[in-house]
C-alpha cells in the first residue's frame, strides 16, 4: 500500500473518520473540546475544516491530517499503523452497532444556562474517554466484553452514551468504581437508550434493563440486537425502537418491579411481546453460570481481585 492509497481512499471521509473517533460531529463547522488525550481544554478549540479535511486547535495550530488525528489520539504510532487502523474500520463490515451521532440541536441557544452547561460538560467528557482498559474490575466481575462502553480515565468510571432511535446522542451513564449506576445532569433517558448489535435486519429485538445483562444476552445468544433501557422505568422505550414485524423479547430482571414492568411493556406490542425470566437474579448471572465448575471460575475470580489503577 502506498501513501497515496490511503489518501486517496480517505479523502471525503472526515465525518465518517470523526464518527470513528467519537469526535462531535459538530467540529465540522464550529469549535467543540479538544479530543486529543493531552490537551483537557475548558473552552472548545479544536475544529475539523471541511475543505481541506485538516484538524486545527490551540495545541496544534499548524494542524494536521487525519492520519495525524489517529495517531494523536493514540490509536496508532506511526502514518503506516494509522493507515491500516483507517483501513480496517472504514472498509470493514463488523462493527457491533451503528455509530452514535451528535446532532446539531444537542446544545441550543434556547436551553437553559444550566442545561448547556451539563450538555458541553458530556461532550467534554466524551471527548476525552478511552477505550476500556483490559480486565477491568466490573467487566471481570461481570464476565463480558465492554460493548458500546468507553472509560474516562480522571473519574475511572466507565461511560455508556444514550442515544434515541434515530442514534442521536442524548446522553451518558456512568458505572463508578463503587458499581453506581447514575445518568448524568442534561441525559434524556425517557424513551431513549443504547442499542447493542443491529436490529435492521433482526426479526427479534430484545430488551434489557441493564447494560452488562443487555451485553451477556448479546453473547450468549449469537449477536441477538438488545436494547439497553437503563431502569424498569424505561422498558416502554421499545416502542421507540422496534421495527414493523419485530418480535420484542423483554428480558427481565427476576425480581417483581422487573417482571411486572416487563409484562407492562411487552403487552403494548400484543401478540408481538414476550416476557423472559431468568433462572437467577438476573441474565448476567445466569450468563456467568454457564461457566460452571470450570477452571474459567476460579480465573475469573482471580482477575476480580486484580485493580488496575489505570
Not at 173 to 185: G, H, L, S, T
Not at 206 to 222: C, D, K, Q, R, Y
Request: aromatic share 8%; proline share 4%.
Amino acid at each position: 500500500m502506498s501513501r497515496y492509497d490511503i489518501l486517496k481512499d480517505i479523502a471525503g471521509k472526515s465525518d465518517v473518520i470523526l464518527d470513528l473517533l467519537g469526535i462531535d460531529q459538530r467540529a465540522r463547522y464550529t469549535h467543540v473540546h479538544c479530543p486529543l488525550p493531552n490537551h483537557d481544554d475548558r473552552h472548545p478549540s479544536f475544529r475539523v475544516d471541511k475543505e481541506t479535511e485538516r484538524f486545527y486547535c490551540t495545541c496544534t495550530p499548524r494542524g494536521g491530517s487525519m492520519l495525524d488525528l489517529v495517531i494523536g489520539m493514540q490509536h496508532a504510532n506511526n502514518f503506516s499503523a494509522a493507515a491500516k487502523w483507517l483501513r480496517r474500520r472504514l472498509f470493514s463490515n463488523n462493527g457491533v452497532s451503528r455509530q452514535i451521532i451528535v446532532s446539531s440541536n444537542f446544545v441550543t441557544r434556547s436551553m437553559s444556562k444550566q442545561h448547556v452547561a451539563d450538555r458541553n460538560e458530556i461532550l467534554r467528557v466524551l471527548s476525552h474517554c478511552v477505550d476500556v482498559p483490559l480486565f477491568h474490575p466490573y467487566i471481570v466481575k461481570k464476565g463480558i466484553l465492554p460493548l458500546c462502553a468507553k472509560y474516562e480515565p480522571i473519574l475511572k468510571n466507565l461511560v455508556l452514551p444514550i442515544h434515541d432511535n434515530q442514534y442521536q446522542l442524548q446522553g451518558i451513564e456512568y458505572i463508578d468504581r463503587q458499581d453506581n449506576k447514575f445518568c448524568v445532569d442534561g441525559t434524556i433517558k425517557t424513551g431513549n437508550g443504547l442499542m447493542i448489535g443491529n436490529p435492521d435486519e433482526s426479526p427479534v429485538l430484545g430488551v434489557a434493563e441493564g447494560w452488562s445483562t443487555a451485553v451477556s444476552i448479546h453473547l450468549a445468544l449469537g449477536g441477538l440486537p438488545i436494547l439497553v433501557t437503563f431502569g424498569a422505568a424505561n422498558l416502554d422505550a421499545a416502542q421507540n425502537f422496534a421495527k414493523p414485524g419485530q418480535d420484542v423479547w423483554f428480558f427481565a430482571d427476576n425480581d417483581k418491579i422487573g417482571v411486572d414492568s416487563a409484562k407492562r411493556a411487552a403487552c403494548k406490542f400484543g401478540e408481538a411481546g414476550f416476557v423472559l425470566t431468568s433462572s437467577l437474579d438476573d441474565f448476567n448471572e445466569d450468563f456467568s453460570a454457564l461457566l460452571g465448575d470450570t477452571h474459567f471460575c476460579s480465573i475469573r475470580e482471580a482477575l476480580h481481585k486484580v485493580r488496575l489503577d489505570k
